[in-house]
């Protein structure tokens, strides 16, 4: 452990839980659980961890050994998957309690190199992991407003200059303080520990804190939250699900078989796993995806092991991660929904204008603003009619704070709600009626959308259960109409393979529209505007209306960062940090 003046302010990870489960659920493979980091099968903001900060540490030429001790001291403190003692699983005794502080870590493969790494352990890594995102920039769409050459200075500076170079990502997860609902006191202890060891004489000049977050480049770090209202009974603040174009996001994230999550929601994988194909006429059988998808060294969905580089144990239970920083035009989101709602008004016989607004942007997310799928409620009389079945759902839609005796009444109804939300396919909606072809849930994750020879009722896509992708992060920033203002979402996708699954779905389903039958339309809300700027709302041919075509779209999301990192098991860490990886 440092001296005192790097003792750090808490202990969790690292160590096995007092009691172990003997038997998997429903058959599902035995995870190391103590190895495996705890961002991985939890998406930290669901689990009472509403803010977030991360730090971007950079190694000097000389600092492998500092690195190498930093690391070390970060090591018992690296927040694991094993289980938390919870009122729903209250059958489990010995197990810890939830932190108020989640700290996780991953690497750049050029952090991997700092740290003294055998080459013949880098080598045989992924490319694209070798190559980091700013230099795959065509592949991923980052042209005009998104090239590197316009991300924030800490990522821009980090791309050119290789003693600016992004090393580590260390981030801070934190929950809110049951007083007023602001960060816990303990992240800014945690703060302070993190600079005291940089201070320290085995790391100081030799492990550098990255300055240049924010387009000012001021910040030291990245802050990140949910977006928050008020209890008016209590004045706490409390998180919500919204980001900052006002709609409901977090629904259906995968479920892998051996995730946490399963023990405490059997019915978790209902839209987060993969449908089953079965006899006609059978009912939708949902499972989880296989873990290989998600976690390294173990089978996928092909029945196979990721890539992997030597020793094999190093890679294992690790995850590739994707960070990227994505700037939203809240200004530019709004002017175009105000510029064509009176002409799809009236193309598509809506009632009033703001029906036709709210119908407009539902179209292109795929979802209504209350996060309601337009699958399974095409109207705005009938997103309504399925949120009367969740009042207290309905009265935060319409913007009306609950008090403190309905939160957790409010937190039953989203839960059930949620179930049902995911629970749909596209195999019914083949010409986009219900929800566009190219709306962006449905890029995102096609379902059974692209089954080669789907069967009424039973149908699985083998191919989107190979795209899948866990999606964490938080939002940033004040929501406000001003564009040049600090505001987006700071995504983190994790998956086995960099190449196989997030940069396919970037590139083939949200910069691209060809397997969306949508030519060289992209994603309304991500995509680039280079190539196309329109998007195409179908209509129904039995009610003579015709199609409504939305020309002149801006850049809705841009860019301001990121890169590749890889997320380590504990044993990983340990032989990084110890110097001791044999790669024979």
């Known amino acids: 452990m440092p001296k005192d003046d790097t003792a750090a302010p808490g202990h969790w990870g690292g160590e ?53 001790w930093f690391v070390d001291q970060l090591r018992p403190h690296v927040t694991t998957a094993e289980p938390w003692a919870s009122s729903r699983v209250p059958d489990r005794d010995g197990l810890r309690q939830k932190p108020d502080i989640a700290l996780n870590i991953a690497f750049t493969w050029a952090g991997l190199l700092a740290l003294g790494l055998p080459t013949a352990t880098l080598r045989q890594m992924p490319d694209e992991f070798i190559e980091g995102m700013a230099r795959r920039n065509h592949i991923l769409g ?21 003693d600016r170079r992004v090393h580590v990502w260390l981030n801070l997860s934190a929950a809110a303080r049951e007083s007023d609902g602001r960060p816990v006191e303990a992240l800014a202890r945690w703060t302070e520990w993190l600079q005291a060891l940089l ?57 892998f078989a051996g995730q946490g999550v399963l023990d405490e929601d059997r019915q978790a994988a209902i839209g987060a796993g993969k449908l089953l194909r079965g006899p006609p006429g059978a009912s939708r059988r949902w499972q989880p995806l296989a873990t290989g998808e998600f976690l390294l060294g173990h089978p ?26 994505l700037h939203q035009n ?53 997103m309504l009619a399925m949120l009367d079945r969740f009042p207290l759902l309905l009265k935060q839609e319409q913007g009306v704070p609950l008090t403190g005796a309905e939160t957790w009444e409010a937190k039953r109804q989203l839960a059930a709600f949620n179930r049902e939300a995911a629970d749909y396919r596209y195999i019914d909606d083949p010409e986009g009626i219900r929800c566009p072809l190219g709306a962006h849930v449905r890029r995102a994750n096609p379902r059974d959308m692209l089954d080669p020879a789907p069967e009424p009722g039973c149908s699985a896509s083998t191919l989107t259960n190979r795209r899948r992708i866990l999606r964490r992060g938080l939002p940033y920033g004040e929501t406000t109409p001003r564009d040049e203002d600090e505001h ?97």
């Open 199 to 255: 201070r320290h004489r085995r790391a100081r000049d030799r492990v550098l804190l990255l300055p240049g977050h924010g387009r000012d480049g001021a910040g030291l770090w990245q802050d990140s939250a949910a977006l928050m209202a008020r209890d008016p009974a209590s004045g706490r603040l409390v998180p919500t699900a919204k980001e900052h174009f006002g709609f409901t996001d977090g629904i259906s994230d995968p479920v």
């Open 300 to 325: 996928n969905e092909g029945q196979e092991l990721a890539r992997s580089s030597v020793p094999y144990g190093f890679m294992r239970n690790g995850t590739f991660m994707a960070l990227r920083k």
């Open 16 to 68: 096995p839980a007092a009691l172990r489960r003997d038997t998997p659920p429903d058959g599902a493979p035995r995870l190391d659980l103590p190895d495996i980091q705890g961002n991985i099968h939890r998406p930290y903001g669901r689990y009472g961890f509403p803010y977030a900060r991360t730090f971007l540490f950079h190694i000097a030429a000389d600092g492998g050994e500092a690195g190498r």
């Open 142 to 162: 980052d042209l005009g407003p998104n090239h590197p050459d316009g991300w924030d200075p800490v990522w821009r500076d980090g791309a050119r200059k290789a």
């Open 330 to 382: 809240t200004g530019r989101f709004a002017a175009a929904i105000e510029r064509h709602a009176e002409v799809f008004q009236r193309v598509a016989g809506l009632p009033t204008p703001e029906v036709a607004r709210e119908t407009l942007r539902a179209k292109m997310v795929g979802r209504w603003s209350s996060g309601v799928p337009l699958i399974l409620a095409p109207t705005h009389a009938e």
């Open 488 to 584: 987006g979402v700071f995504i983190m996708a994790l998956c086995a393979s960099l190449f196989r699954q997030f940069e396919f779905v970037q590139q083939q389903w949200m910069q691209y529209g060809l397997d969306l039958e949508s030519g060289n339309d992209t994603c309304p809300i991500t995509g680039s505007r280079e190539q196309s700027a329109r998007f195409v709302i179908p209509a129904d041919p039995a009610s003579g209306r015709l199609p409504y075509v939305a020309d002149r779209l801006p850049h809705f999301v841009e860019t301001r960062g990121g890169d590749y990192f890889f997320i380590p098991s504990l044993s990983a860490l340990r032989m990084i940090a110890m110097g001791e990886i044999d790669p024979t």
